[in-house]
């Protein structure tokens, strides 16, 4: 294999592995939005929030991966190398040689600062969201276990009222019963 052929097989490679983490990023996004209702609920919390920091940073990830995509391409056809002319860029193409002139001038490298910046960015934005998804996750089961646990001894009752007939406010009152004593607590 020549020095060329294995300088665009890495550019393949790196091509391929940014496009695996922009659809893995985009996965745990579409699954995350899915699910978010049964996780969280509807009340406002703190999970909430990291929940919205988490997508965030994930679509960070995604567009510094479509910017390492768009640098891989700059890299490989770079402005200055075009030909204005058409008869000159038809006679590049028609002729291996000169193709090959022309590819040696080109520095085909997958290490150049423009790519290796945007690669670095869209895989520490990954691995960040990925930390949050992980602390979310435990989060979200924590404090479902904790009030699950509080609730566990208590029988809920809960009142609907309206006050004078107007349905527009509606007031519930939820009172707690401990099994096994007759105290209770209100919220």
């Given at each position: 294999?020549?020095?060329?052929?294995?300088?665009?097989?890495?550019?393949?490679?790196?091509?391929?592995?940014?496009?695996?983490?922009?659809?893995?990023?985009t996965?745990?996004?579409?699954?995350?939005?899915?699910?978010?209702?049964?996780?969280?609920?509807?009340?406002y919390?703190?999970?909430?929030?990291?929940?919205?920091w988490?997508?965030?940073?994930?679509?960070?990830?995604?567009?510094?991966?479509?910017?390492?995509?768009?640098?891989?391409?700059?890299?490989?056809?770079?402005?200055?190398?075009?030909?204005?002319?058409?008869?000159?860029?038809?006679?590049?193409?028609?002729?291996?040689?000169?193709?090959?002139?022309?590819c040696?001038?080109?520095?085909?490298?997958?290490n150049?600062?423009n790519?290796?910046?945007?690669?670095?960015?869209?895989?520490?934005?990954?691995?960040?969201?990925?930390?949050?998804?992980?602390?979310?996750?435990?989060?979200?089961?924590?404090?479902?276990?904790?009030?699950?646990?509080?609730?566990?001894?208590?029988?809920?009752?809960?009142?609907?009222?309206?006050?004078?007939?107007?349905?527009?406010?509606?007031?519930?009152?939820?009172?707690?019963?401990?099994?096994?004593?007759?105290?209770?607590?209100?919220?």
């Amino acid at each position: 294999m020549e020095d060329k052929d294995i300088r665009f097989k890495a550019f393949d490679f790196a091509s391929e592995t940014t496009k695996q983490l922009v659809t893995i990023a985009t996965g745990i996004i579409a699954l995350m939005v899915t699910f978010s209702k049964d996780v969280i609920g509807e009340n406002y919390t703190s999970e909430k929030t990291l929940l919205f920091w988490t997508w965030g940073i994930y679509i960070f990830s995604i567009l510094f991966g479509v910017l390492t995509l768009m640098a891989l391409t700059g890299t490989l056809q770079p402005k200055n190398t075009k030909q204005k002319d058409k008869s000159k860029n038809e006679e590049i193409q028609n002729s291996e040689s000169n193709e090959i002139k022309c590819c040696e001038k080109i520095d085909l490298n997958i290490n150049n600062s423009n790519i290796r910046f945007f690669s670095f960015l869209q895989i520490l934005f990954f691995i960040i969201a990925l930390i949050l998804t992980t602390v979310f996750g435990y989060k979200s089961l924590t404090n479902g276990e904790i009030k699950n646990q509080d609730l566990k001894n208590k029988i809920p009752i809960i009142r609907k009222s309206i006050y004078n007939n107007d349905s527009t406010k509606i007031y519930i009152d939820t009172l707690y019963l401990d099994k096994n004593s007759s105290q209770s607590t209100n919220r």
